[in-house]
């Protein structure tokens, strides 16, 4: 059975930094598209970042409203995916999911990941 648990989220300051992780058990990330997407209230749930591990090398993706400021990242021996979130937006004000695809691709759409953790909320003060 997989399993995804997000961790590491809270409330902070406008330029503070937050460390996000994802912690999965019944899966093996390097199989998988890992990524993190994010719902604020009354809002769609968006693509943040995805990391394939392809050949041995790890890819990554950004949205354009991230890019820059986040950094998605894994340990492939702790089957955990992160993501590094500094100069922090209230606009960042979301929960944030961890999802996997099986397969090695990118993708932006919901719709592709098969399993999702319960998220984690992230609160910027202004």
């Known amino acids: 059975q997989v399993h995804l648990v997000e961790s590491g989220g809270g409330l902070v300051q406008a330029g503070g930094s937050l460390r996000l992780s994802c912690a999965t058990s019944?899966?093996?990330?390097?199989?998988?598209?890992m990524g993190w997407f994010r719902q604020a209230p009354e809002k769609e749930r968006e693509f943040v970042a995805t990391?394939?591990?392809?050949?041995?090398?790890?890819?990554?993706n950004y949205a354009g409203a991230v890019k820059g400021r986040f950094t998605i990242s894994r340990d492939n021996a702790k089957n955990t995916v992160y993501l590094q979130m500094n100069s922090l937006k209230p606009e960042d004000t979301a929960v944030y999911y961890c999802?996997?695809?099986?397969?090695?691709?990118?993708?932006?759409?919901?719709?592709?990941?098969?399993?999702w953790g319960q998220g984690t909320q992230v609160t910027v003060s202004s």
């Open positions: 999802a996997a695809a099986a397969g090695m691709f990118y993708s932006a759409d919901p719709n592709d990941y098969n399993y």
């Open positions: 019944g899966l093996t990330i390097t199989r998988y598209t």
């Open positions: 990391t394939t591990w392809n050949f041995g090398g790890g890819a990554t």
